[in-house]
């Protein structure tokens, strides 16, 4: 994935863009954005866990980028992001955005300070499935006071509306520490989009899997990633993904996607596309291969896939 730093900055390089359709999606992101600095969402929603019993959570908090939104974020992303913190948070199901406001978070840095929140956005995490990504601009702390913690303190619902995010808290990955993956899923079948093309312009939407896929497992890291450089990942870094599938009878086998989509819309998901049977248990990828906006290389990480309920949408443990 392009990270929002890349992204923006490939406005300035777009040669052959349709810039009328990249205005509105620009417009269209920046819509999606809240600068509200209460919680204004009334509701009775009090649960904290799901129907099989997994609590709503905050999964990571990530200090991506310290003072170092461009000019550009004001049209992409939101006014007044320019010179900005940028942190993408992860929660634990997806969100419904239309009951989020800044003033649901407060951070919280080392000092105590607590931050200024400028916006709130799913941007550019605004594929199917992908809105329990959202990216936090404003000021938060610097190098030598990094933001500590996140708190949801405000109504902040599921996606079905089912859990209130309320109380919900996560500790904050330093800025000078790379991105590794937060969560994982198979993804259901009527979200694939198989064959479908990136836009044409940053931002517009990822690419889909190949038609012929078996099946797709989603890889959500806690800020957006490319290579070293800021170019897209490719089949180096496909070869590099290894997932473990249970194939019945206790026998495990690994293997490599033999694609990887949700390309080039600058956001922090992969889909992983598989060509094999099977329940996929878990995805690791090797240190060194991806950066985060900074260039700050991902350690090796691994994680265990979640199982999602096929009757209702909704997200379970293993």
Known sequence: MRSPIVLILMVLLCSGCDWIEFGREANRMRQMADSTQQDTTTTNVVA????????AALLSAFFGLDDALPRVANRGFCREASGKDGMPVIFSHEIDAE?????????????????EITCVTPAPADDLGETRTILMIGQFGSAKDQPASVEIVGNLLS??????????????????????????????????????????????GGNGCPVGTEQVVRVTWA??????????????????????????????????????ADLGDGDNNHELCLDRAGVPLSVEFPEGLVTDPREDLNPYTKIDLAVRQPESGSDVTE
């Not at 904290?48 to 609590?55: E, H, K, L, T, V």
Request: aromatic share 8%; glycine share 16%; hydrophobic share 35%.
């Open 48 to 55: 904290f866990q799901d129907a099989s019993g997994r609590p």
């Open 99 to 115: 009951t989020m406001q800044a003033g649901d978070f407060r951070v919280v840095a080392e000092s105590g300070a607590v931050g």
């Open 159 to 204: 996606k079905d509306g089912q859990l209130n995010f309320r109380g919900t808290r996560t500790t904050v990955t330093r800025l000078e520490e790379g991105p590794s993956m937060v969560w994982a899923e198979v993804v259901p079948e009527t979200q694939w989009e198989l064959g479908k093309p990136a836009t044409s312009f940053p931002g517009g």
């Open 223 to 260: 800020g957006g990633v490319t290579k070293p450089g800021g170019d897209e990942v490719d089949d180096v870094e496909r070869a590099a993904y290894r997932v473990t599938m249970s194939l019945g009878g206790g026998k495990e086998s690994e293997l490599a996607p033999f694609a990887i």
